[in-house]
């Protein structure tokens, strides 16, 4: 299978710069130091793809080193399907990914459609060009402590014991955003390879089988106010059960084991890994009941902690439904991540900006950083996420960075970028993106949208808008999703991505798109009813 | 409640005449010559709606009076929800219109959000304020009946009986455009009301509750080549029982009864319409059995006129559904109109092209009439619509026309008219639009996309790629929905209109979005496979 690499420096392989990027990031998303599986062009999430077939992939790049700046690309589900008529305030490239009408919007009909060769998943990132490797995750990790620590301790999370399940491919970043955001961490994992892996990547600090031990150091770390990290192999209902019956109780508890698949992912209480493996071959049914009622005695905890005290929240695992099925009938008393932490922060226009370096040098980044850095003085929590980020976050493919910014803050780093590149203070252009759960860009009821005040988690009118707007304001790339995050059925969302390389023509695009997509959030939360983004709808004149 | 109405003449209101034109046709939308029912803000289509409220109508006719070229106003579900940054060449309104997450996109969810005031339906061109009254599906039926003739009759009616059921709301369109294209026409209904409105306006020439007389009238006219339509009250499953008896056999057979609705629209056999209704009150459980036993009968009937070698066809209003339910295991044996008749067309890019003379004044359109004989003088199809259009359709609200026009003529036909307006020929600019039942710019598996060649009926990425190309390309407005035509969950489609005010900027425009717009559907349908549109294709130089 080709090995895909994607071109570094200043010169151009393409006939412009936008077409370049987009070549640049097409290629990043599907190298091997980003994509999970890139003989199969599958980049993360499952089976989130960048193209659909290695034909497609190819096609795509000579169609984009040829590409004018009057022309556009047309991607139907990662295959190129037409060129159009265009001009230079537009996209070069347009993508729909993974749409079906709803009537047939389930895994079965597009798995049919996908093994006749007609369709591709296009997650969120993926097949939209600007997936950018764990540092995704990990901020957006950190973004919701963070978010916790301001709502529920003054922004401070030194002296805090935080406490979670999980720590595989998306859980295993809570521990480094923990102690990013000051906290001490004490994570349960199962399975021992999982946690062993944190510790390589120096995600995590300590890793322990002694509850005892791993009690004992996560207090002492707690009383000396130490960000430290603790593995504890282990059941994670068991664990729970013990610290309460030690009246330890977490000042923040949330869970990332594999609950979203009662089958396959979550393991059950009372067995160790080897057995429940075996039992999952041999009896799926019983093990899907022990899974379920496992879940139901894991939440029971949960509530009882919260109940004491803890801010327990779900990230976003389908623990809660589960725990209901398995006889929980209180499960939905613990509030989800979306309402609780992340909507306030939608309601000011926030969401996970990003921004990749096309010359491929660590230099460019660390530039911009500084230059973020002294634009917005004031945003501490952006500046010490950038420190921390700048020590601890190893680059995957293009260099590149994450930092939630908010509706005014996104527009000025835009230009700011774009002018370091006209004044040559970085080697080559640098694009600017953000993941699909935005403030303006999903609708998805059992995340993004789930509890919206005034009950509209499923209009999707939203997120189109947010196409549109982000299509005719002359975003670099721009793209449609369904079924990102939670799967087929339950999401609808759109994607962006600009180029900052120093021109004129780049100064409008930025000043248009960096400010309406975040705007299309605030208008989409204040129609909701949420004052906040009323007040941020005041603060910057965009009500009607 | 208030009274809509378009302004005239070639003064301007708004600031600029992309916003003046969303302005006019918004309220000829909603103006009592167009709309069925303005005060509750009914255009057409069941509760198809422009705007979702009458505040919001107001507010809309506001926004637009102040709107300026560098900005774009946002529509969610018929409510102006803000403005956002844009420039000359991009859309002055986005529209979204009852866009749902696939889990909850049915008419349960929709009618509690639109209780709640957070939804409209948009049907297709209500919300995307295009409707132009009953040519619209005149020139539909006319063209569906002339692509039968050149498909089985080498183009010519002459001397061919043609018979349908049902003369309602649409199905009325059917007598007057058999005979605008040649045929003699029998057409049956249970309801003598329906037929004398279509005596009143003279889309029907006669009217008779006697088989007999019928029979002899429509054998006469056929014999003679005589292009007259005759209105039969009647149920047409007796009806066809009858003809069979008689050994007539139609050459050409569909069905227009509002057979989607087995309650409150099929009438059942053996009984008269009083009796009918009353059976809908006291029993509806009965009167649906009924309707599913006599849409068996009735398709049977038509079934065995295919055997005698009439062009049978489904012309979508779900008819063979029903009847397989109600016991008719062959009914899809009978074809689909979009597969048999108009997909050839859409391979073509042909699809209902319209314009729209803002100045008020006939004379325009005549004028246009005019000019685009002159530049098809070979397209006869085309000039036989426009003159018999010019002799027999009434203009409802703003002078229109409609008329289907292909890949390459829709982008001549705008700069003619931009050429038009440039030179006075005209009083005030025009503009054009389309139905979303388009070649590109729909995704509807009972209907515009049923039995496509690889099976990609339900794949809405494609109306979602001709969404961006319009955006991007600088239609004056564009719209996404669902839920058009065959009701929620069933399909998702995209609109635009664009306007030929007389600029260059104008004709920049034109020649973007009326390439585009068309050449996406010539993609759609070349990657399914279609041997006509990879011709066209070739033709037109589009391939990659
Ligand atoms: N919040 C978000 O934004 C977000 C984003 C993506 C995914 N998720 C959800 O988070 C969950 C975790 O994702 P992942 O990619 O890390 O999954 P994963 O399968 O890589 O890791 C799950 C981990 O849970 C462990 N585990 C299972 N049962 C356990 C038990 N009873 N006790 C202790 N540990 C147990 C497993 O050993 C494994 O290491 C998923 O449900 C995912 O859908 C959340
Ligand atoms: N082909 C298209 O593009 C297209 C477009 C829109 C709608 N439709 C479908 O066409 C159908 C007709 O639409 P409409 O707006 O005219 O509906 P309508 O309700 O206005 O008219 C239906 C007519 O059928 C008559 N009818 C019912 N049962 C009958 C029977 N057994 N025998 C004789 N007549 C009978 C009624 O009296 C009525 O006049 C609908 O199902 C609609 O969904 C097709």
Known sequence: HPVYISPRGSQLHAKNWPAEAALRMFLNNLSAQVAEDPEKLVVYGGIGQAARTPADARKIVELLLTLEEDESLLIQSGKPVGKIRSHAEAPRVLIANSNLVPKWATWEHFNQLRERGLMMYGQMTAGSW????????????????????RKHYNGDLRHKLLVSGGLGGMGGAQPLAATMAGATFLGVDIDPERIRKRLETRYIDKMTFDYREAVRLALAAKDKGEAVSIGLVGDIGDVLEKLIQDGITPDI??????????????????????QALALREVDPGEYRARSLRSMARHVGFMLEMQRRGSCTFDYGNNLREFAQQGGEPNAFQIPGFVPEYIRPLFCEGKGPF????????????????????????????MINWLKQAQLKVDFQGLPSRICWLGMGEREKAGLLFNQLVRDGKVKAPIVIGRDHLDCGSVASPYRETEGMLDGSDAVSDWPLLNLMANTSGGATWVSFHHGGGVGMGYSQHAGMVILADGTDRADQSIRRVLHNDPATGIFRHADAGYEAAQETSEKFDLGL
């Open 130 to 149: 600007i997936y950018i490797g764990t540092q995704g995750i990990l901020q957006g990790t950190y973004e919701t402590f963070a978010a916790c620590a």
């Open 253 to 274: 508890l949330t869970d990332q084991t594999s609950a979203h698949d009662p089958l396959n992912g979550y393991v059950p209480h009372g067995m160790c890994l080897p």
């Open 354 to 381: 990003r921004w990749v370096a096309l010359s491929g040098d660590p230099e460019d980044i660390r530039v911009t950083d500084e230059a973020l850095k002294a634009l917005f003085p004031e945003n501490t929590n």
